[in-house]
């Protein structure tokens, strides 16, 4: 058994400014994801709601090895990409123009 | 094994990192679906009348439609956002590698029945793998931080499909299920004796060969001994037999007129100017005589002028995700290179090949359903 290995997480190159700055593309990453996070947790949520659904109890094992079935699949697929359209409706916005 | 886990050398995200993955897929799919579609109309009403009105002509080539694009803070948040989103993309999928290595690489050591791995430290990687990671994997696909590591692999082998979105096929094979269409469509070659894929990473697109060529000796090369570590572990979770080995496509070991066949799968444009020619004439080096070469990559070579956005948009790689060759690649005479190294000339062809993808509209679909293949036999006398 090795030490907790730690992978590289930033890739070498060149790093382009896209908005105004720096400062304005790096929160944009940050709101990308914190969004990111709120549709884990909502998955999540989801989950926990269709175990108990199911059983009174749960382990953490249970969540981590739920299966969503199809309909819930393309359930939480759909509700992303509700998600992604309100967060990103401003850019969205602005491309129709 | 999960929905997510395609064969046994693929690690099984938790619930938290199998539903960040797939938000990283929806988004994707959204950037393609819903706002890369309204950069053309959106150029064309608000970008390209601006340059008119103050030059009385429409932009001319790529780079004025991009010193135009460059600026557009509309345009630039759809960039911006396709590129955190393949940044999102490996670190969701690094978090579950990570976390599953020490157990990965044990299980990797259980899968080497089938085929051999010959790795040779000696192997220098080139400068153009190592100046910037490529697709802006974080460490390339060479970096190995622990003994036997295969983490490169893996994480390439699980963020395909969210690249992609699905749209690879649970092996990953569409590219080289591409080439082998165009083969059996094209060309007449007999049940090689021997294959080569260079540049093959994790072997995804050197087994599909093994498939249609059962009795054939596959071998592919690559420089990235994780790469090769994994290419080899999971073929064998697969059940194919290949023959890995670590060396590099610009000088390989194999003795002249070793192989009827030689792939390549996306390399070319990873690779150099000097590289280029180099590779050219090894593969010739490497053929019997009669065999063929194919290479699949993302470029095509244009003849005719195309619309100046279009050729723009379809930069956005280079640019944005470290894929600094592309652009020189699709100046370079290949022709030339391809009639110099000895190939007859009659049967170099730049063609493309017809990947069977599921998804055709905006972004991924424009850039890999029609790929870009370059074909050309060695001749027929020894």
Request: aromatic share 8%; proline share 5%.
């Amino acid at each position: 058994m090795n030490a907790k290995i730690e992978l590289p997480r930033i890739a070498k190159g060149k790093k382009p400014i896209y908005l105004d700055d720096r400062s304005i593309d790096n929160l944009m990453a940050m709101i990308m994801t914190l969004t990111q996070e709120i549709s884990v947790l909502r998955d999540r949520l989801d989950t926990i709601e269709h175990l108990l659904a199911e059983k009174k109890t749960i382990s953490l094992e249970d969540i981590d090895t739920f299966e969503p079935s199809d309909d819930l699949v393309k359930q939480r697929k759909e509700r992303r990409q509700l998600l992604l359209k309100r967060v990103l409706l401003p850019i969205e916005k602005d491309l129709e123009k | 094994m999960t929905s997510k886990q395609k064969h046994s050398m693929q690690p099984q995200p938790n619930h938290d990192e199998s539903v960040r993955q797939d938000f990283v897929t929806d988004l994707r799919a959204f950037l393609t679906d819903e706002i890369y579609p309204k950069i053309t109309p959106y150029y064309e009403k608000n970008v390209e009348p601006e340059f008119i009105k103050e030059r009385n002509r429409k932009p001319k080539d790529k780079s004025e439609v991009r010193d135009l694009m460059l600026k557009d803070k509309s345009y630039q948040s759809w960039s911006l956002l396709q590129r955190l989103s393949q940044q999102m993309m490996f670190t969701a999928v690094i978090d579950t590698v990570e976390r599953t290595l020490d157990d990965l690489i044990e299980r990797s050591k259980q899968h080497n029945s089938l085929g051999t791995l010959e790795l040779d430290n000696e192997v220098e990687i080139p400068k153009y793998l190592t100046a910037y990671d490529i697709h802006q994997q974080p460490g390339g696909y060479h970096t190995e931080k622990i003994e036997d590591d295969i983490a490169p692999g893996v994480v390439y082998d699980i963020s395909l499909p969210i690249y992609s979105r699905n749209s690879m096929g649970d092996e990953n094979d569409l590219l080289s299920q591409a080439i082998i269409g165009h083969m059996q469509k094209y060309i007449k070659l007999p049940e090689p004796e021997r294959m080569l894929d260079i540049g093959c990473a994790i072997g995804n697109s050197t087994l599909p060969f093994a498939k249609i060529f059962p009795n054939a000796e596959i071998h592919g090369i690559d420089v990235a001994s994780p790469c090769l570590r994994y290419a080899h572990a999971r073929a064998n979770a697969l059940g194919v037999t290949a023959h890995f080995s670590q060396q590099n496509a610009e000088q390989t070991n194999f003795e002249n007129e070793t192989f009827d066949l030689i792939t390549s799968c996306l390399l070319l444009h990873e690779t150099s100017h000097d590289a280029i020619p180099k590779i050219i004439n090894e593969a010739y080096r490497l053929l019997k005589p009669g065999g063929w070469m194919m290479h699949l990559d993302v470029y095509p070579f244009h003849r005719e002028a195309i619309e100046p956005l279009y050729d723009f948009l379809k930069d956005w790689e280079i640019i944005n995700n470290n894929e600094n060759f592309s652009g020189a690649l699709r100046n370079m005479n290949l022709q030339q290179i391809f009639e110099d190294a000895g190939f007859i000339k009659d049967t170099i062809e730049f063609t493309s090949a017809e990947a069977d993808g599921q998804y055709t509209k905006g972004y991924t679909g424009d850039f890999y359903l029609k790929l870009p293949i370059y074909l050309a036999q060695k001749p027929n006398i020894p």
